[in-house]
T-cell receptor, first 113, second 118 residues
Framework: GDSVTQMEGPVTLSEEAFLTINCTYT??????LFWYVQYPGEGLQLLLK?????DKGSNKGFEATYRKETTSFHLEKGSVQVSDSAVYFCALSVPMRAQKLVFGQGTRLTINP | GAVVSQHPSRVICKSGTSVKIECRSLDFQATTMFWYRQFPKQSLMLMATSNEGSKATYEQGVEKDKFLINHASLTLSTLTVTSAHPEDSSFYICSARDSLAGIQETQYFGPGTRLLVL
């Protein structure tokens, strides 16, 4: 079945450090890929998405490129801030499966000043 | 952007009682809404897909008589946890998809409802 595997957390970095959170997926068909962020005490917010191979999603300094050859969608940011502390979820949806989202296990990120 | 609200945000109830959670799309119509459950420090697990005007579609292993879903309008879906027990304590999250958007439309998530059953 469809699945998403994320880099295990928690991840702790200093402010202005470079961030990578790995995400790989397994899916039949042609999935869309997403990164969602959950700030403390809040619901999930869409951070970025990519709908086809080689697409790059970007938002708030975060980027992720849809790599079909490696079935990956790694999240990167060049210089993290304390306000980026949150839980990050990688997810996929397959159009032929009623757009259901399949989530990875989440990665908790803490940025220290 | 699109906003989804949930009510209540937090509820504490006694074992054996029923609890209703509302999910509303505030500025768009949603023929489809989704209900998720999230255990502490774990990912979201899809429980069911709520379809306006028809029966919900439940994921394998989810008891439909335990978790009643009603999607009576284009902006409201409700999840009722019937005869709640302590093991039902969890964080319940809904999401909604804009009916007028394209096939690759985004799901918008509510802030979640934390249920504690004593």
């Amino acid at each position: 079945g469809d699945s998403v595997t994320q880099m295990e957390g928690p991840v702790t970095l200093s402010e202005e450090a470079f961030l990578t959170i790995n995400c790989t997926y397994t899916a039949t068909g042609y999935p869309s890929l997403f990164w969602y962020v959950q700030y403390p005490g809040e619901g999930l917010q869409l951070l970025l998405k990519a709908t086809k191979a080689d697409d790059k999603g970007s938002n708030k300094g975060f980027e992720a490129t849809y790599r079909k050859e490696t079935t990956s969608f790694h999240l990167e940011k060049g210089s993290v801030q304390v306000s980026d502390s949150a839980v990050y979820f990688c997810a996929l949806s397959v159009p032929m499966r009623a757009q259901k989202l399949v989530f990875g296990q989440g990665t908790r990120l803490t940025i220290n000043p | 952007g699109a906003v989804v609200s949930q009510h209540p945000s937090r509820v504490i109830c006694k074992s054996g009682t029923s609890v209703k959670i509302e999910c509303r799309s505030l500025d768009f119509q949603a023929t489809t809404m989704f209900w998720y459950r999230q255990f502490p420090k774990q990912s979201l697990m899809l429980m069911a897909t709520s379809n306006e005007g028809s029966k919900a579609t439940y994921e394998q292993g989810v008891e439909k008589d335990k978790f009643l879903i009603n999607h009576a309008s284009l902006t409201l879906s409700t999840l009722t946890v019937t005869s709640a027990h302590p093991e039902d304590s969890s964080f319940y999250i809904c999401s909604a998809r804009d009916s007028l958007a394209g096939i690759q439309e985004t799901q918008y998530f509510g802030p979640g409802t934390r249920l504690l059953v004593l």
